[in-house]
């Protein structure tokens, strides 16, 4: 479904939004690149690509305290940058046997790696002191049924905005190869439900990030870092659609497009 230019928007300026800087740092590119051009295909060559992706990343791991020092760190650096906002927003990431996650009312701005506790696929606290995330059944999901190392979860504003606008975001960008070409946007339901998470888990089929209608964002990948660098892509890519929008209909990249793109970036070896 097409996406409207965003309501209220006055005419021939841009709303203030956060800076549009470009994402495609060394780092980024390296993680922007990793799919195939087969990805931006559709049906089971594209679903196919992404769990393949996952499925053969190493299964060596760090140890936990250094999981969770990673997972601290990135929770500030994400409440810095204005993608979470007090207690919300969490993440997660695949540990030994189990599932470390931001723990139930803590600010990810003020969050100590101590406090972070270890749980099973199931849910079942294995290690720590607070209860899990209220959105464990959102990120626990996405470890049985694609394969994640790394999950987030936040409220960032651009991308939230058109989460209560549009039906998609479209592929407007080449850099959207690494979320799956253009991002789905999950159907609204009570946050913390079982029918939230398997509504996004079902919309994110085939991408590696979605929008949650009214809500917020999910991505995941081979580790959290990963995640990360796809939330903040999202929320780059969101701003970018709202800048173009307000000048006029965004010009969007065809499937062949896209897989030309891939494939030239690929060609010249960036991410190797």
Same mark, same amino acid.
Request: contains cysteine; charged residues 20%; negative net charge.
């Given at each position: 479904?097409?996406? %409207?230019?965003?309501?209220?928007?006055?005419?021939?300026?841009?709303?203030?939004?956060?800076?549009? @800087?470009? *994402?495609?740092? &060394?780092?980024?590119? =390296?993680?922007?690149?990793?799919?195939?051009?087969?990805?931006?295909?559709?049906? &089971?060559?594209?679903?196919?690509?992404?769990? &393949?992706?996952?499925?053969?990343?190493?299964?060596?791991?760090? $140890?936990? %305290?250094?999981?969770?020092?990673?997972?601290?760190?990135?929770?500030?650096?994400?409440?810095?940058?204005?993608?979470? @906002?007090?207690?919300?927003?969490?993440?997660?990431?695949?540990?030994?046997?189990?599932?470390?996650?931001? *723990?139930?009312?803590?600010?990810?701005?003020?969050?100590?790696?101590?406090?972070? *506790?270890?749980? &099973?696929?199931? $849910? !079942?606290?294995?290690?720590?002191?607070? %209860?899990?995330?209220?959105?464990?059944?959102?990120?626990?999901?996405?470890?049985?049924?694609?394969?994640? !190392?790394?999950?987030?979860?936040?409220?960032?504003?651009?991308?939230?905005?058109?989460?209560?606008?549009?039906?998609?975001?479209?592929?407007?960008?080449?850099?959207?190869?690494?979320? $799956?070409?253009?991002? %789905?946007?999950?159907?609204?339901? @009570?946050?913390?439900? =079982?029918?939230?998470?398997?509504?996004?888990?079902?919309?994110?089929?085939?991408? @590696?990030?979605?929008?949650?209608?009214?809500?917020?964002?999910?991505?995941?990948?081979?580790?959290?870092?990963?995640?990360?660098?796809?939330?903040?892509?999202?929320?780059?890519?969101?701003?970018?659609?709202?800048?173009?929008?307000?000048? $006029? *209909?965004? !010009?969007?990249?065809?499937?062949?497009?896209?897989?030309?793109?891939?494939?030239?970036?690929?060609?010249?070896?960036?991410?190797?």
């Amino acid at each position: 479904m097409g996406a %409207p230019a965003p309501a209220g928007a006055p005419s021939g300026c841009a709303p203030k939004a956060r800076e549009l @800087t470009e *994402p495609c740092s &060394d780092n980024h590119v =390296q993680l922007y690149l990793k799919l195939s051009k087969t990805q931006l295909g559709s049906g &089971d060559s594209r679903r196919s690509t992404v769990t &393949d992706s996952i499925d053969a990343l190493s299964t060596s791991l760090p $140890g936990l %305290p250094e999981l969770r020092e990673e997972m601290a760190a990135a929770g500030r650096s994400m409440a810095q940058e204005g993608l979470v @906002t007090g207690t919300s927003g969490n993440l997660s990431c695949r540990a030994q046997e189990g599932v470390l996650i931001s *723990p139930a009312g803590v600010a990810l701005g003020r969050l100590r790696a101590e406090q972070i *506790p270890l749980v &099973d696929l199931n $849910g !079942r606290m294995i290690e720590g002191e607070l %209860p899990p995330s209220s959105e464990i059944n959102l990120h626990l999901g996405m470890y049985r049924r694609y394969g994640a !190392r790394g999950v987030v979860h936040t409220h960032a504003p651009m991308s939230v905005a058109l989460a209560c606008v549009v039906d998609e975001l479209p592929c407007v960008h080449y850099l959207m190869a690494d979320l $799956g070409g253009h991002v %789905p946007v999950a159907p609204y339901f @009570t946050f913390g439900t =079982q029918e939230l998470a398997d509504a996004v888990h079902n919309a994110i089929e085939g991408h @590696t990030a979605a929008l949650m209608a009214n809500h917020g964002t999910l991505a995941y990948g081979k580790d959290l870092a990963t995640a990360a660098a796809r939330t903040r892509l999202l929320e780059w890519v969101a701003t970018l659609y709202w800048h173009a929008a307000v000048i $006029g *209909p965004p !010009r969007t990249l065809t499937e062949a497009e896209q897989r030309d793109a891939a494939a030239e970036l690929a060609r010249r070896g960036y991410g190797t």
